[in-house]
């Protein structure tokens, strides 16, 4: 399989690519202050070390909206330490940590900021996360009502845990669109008061 083409540095801030398939860690914090959209550190063996050194840069950027850390060897330390950073950063909105070594207390604390970060999709694939952590994220997502995607395929989650996710899940969904819903039929009566 062929690798991704390297990012090139923009000539001018007219020209910055909106997704990223970073080099090295070093590579994408330097390219995370060109307003990237989309950076994929996908392989890149990172560990806690690095998600450590990218939740600082997450703390001041303001243009990044999708992060690709799969494969990386993260453990729930890094997760943690990202989670952190997610409660000042609204603008990620898709975080992927598939097939790493995330455990339940990485997902209990990636739960802390459903509903309180810009998240709407949280990929959790294929790491170490059973029962006790799926519940942090049901409850969360119970209790916030926030619109996120979360995949915890590939793990050792009960299926009726997993449905119940799911679940909740479409249920934050609807109960988000019949409220824009009825805002709307709000705002057009206003709008038949005023004329």
Not at 20 to 27: K, M, N, P, Q
Not at 99 to 117: C, F, K, M, P, T
Not at 131 to 140: F, H, N, Q, V
Not at 183 to 189: S, Y
Request: hydrophobic share 40%.
């Amino acid at each position: 399989m062929p690798k991704p083409p390297l990012a090139k540095r923009p000539a001018t801030t007219n020209s910055v690519p909106s997704k990223v398939h970073a080099r090295s860690l070093d590579h994408a914090i330097e390219i995370l202050s060109a307003k990237v959209r989309r950076l994929d550190l996908r392989y890149r063996k990172i560990g806690d070390r690095g998600a450590e050194r990218l939740s600082e840069v997450l703390l001041e950027n303001s243009t990044l909206t999708r992060l690709e850390l799969d494969f990386n060897g993260l453990t729930s330390g890094g997760a943690a330490r990202l989670a952190e950073a997610l409660t000042k950063n609204s603008t990620l909105t898709h975080l992927y940590l598939c097939n790493n070594i995330i455990d339940d207390e990485g997902a209990y604390h990636l739960a802390s900021v459903i509903g309180r970060s810009g998240l709407v999709e949280l990929g959790l694939a294929g790491n170490r996360i059973t029962a006790r952590g799926a519940e942090a994220i049901l409850e969360a997502l119970r209790s916030s009502g926030a619109v996120v995607g979360v995949d915890l395929s590939l793990q050792t989650v009960p299926d009726d845990l997993v449905q119940d996710i799911r679940a909740a899940m479409v249920a934050n969904h609807t109960a988000k669109v019949e409220a824009a819903k009825e805002a709307a039929k709000e705002a057009q009566e206003q709008a038949w008061q005023i004329t």
